[in-house]
């Protein structure tokens, strides 16, 4: 069982940037690989980035370049810095923690998840 809290969304314009954190808890040893979802009204779930137990990171197309995914092991906090925000980032984003050493981007959507944090961003 994995808890898992957001924080950090709000409303950008157009080329700002927003940070989300997510502070996660556990209640066993087991090892998670951790990322971001998005989802936006009417559209399906995207997944944007994973960090892997080993520390290797993968991005979604649409994010690479803009988006960076880290880990604080020692506070057990996973942070998504977005930069050059675009109008098609606003979504509802989503922290999910897989039981797993290794997950790609949409097996994310079947791991544990917060209750998410909205990001909006205006032309």
């Known amino acids: 069982q994995v808890q898992l809290v957001e924080s950090g969304g709000g409303s950008v314009q157009t080329g700002g940037s927003l940070r989300l954190s997510c502070s996660y808890s556990?209640?066993?040893?087991?090892?998670?690989?951790l990322g971001w979802f998005r989802q936006a009204p009417g559209k399906e779930r995207e997944g944007v980035a994973t960090?892997?137990?080993?520390?290797?990171?993968t991005y979604a197309d649409s994010v690479k370049g803009r988006f960076t995914i880290s880990r604080d092991r020692a506070k057990n906090t996973l942070t998504l810095q977005m930069n050059n925000l675009k109008p098609e980032d606003s979504a509802g984003y989503y922290c999910?923690?897989?039981?797993?050493?290794?997950?790609?981007?949409?097996?994310?959507?079947?791991?544990?998840w917060g209750q998410g944090t909205d990001v909006t961003v205006s032309s």
């Open positions: 556990t209640t066993t040893h087991s090892t998670y690989c």
């Open positions: 999910a923690a897989v039981s797993a050493r290794d997950c790609t981007l949409s097996d994310l959507f079947l791991g544990f």
């Open positions: 960090f892997r137990a080993d520390g290797t990171t």
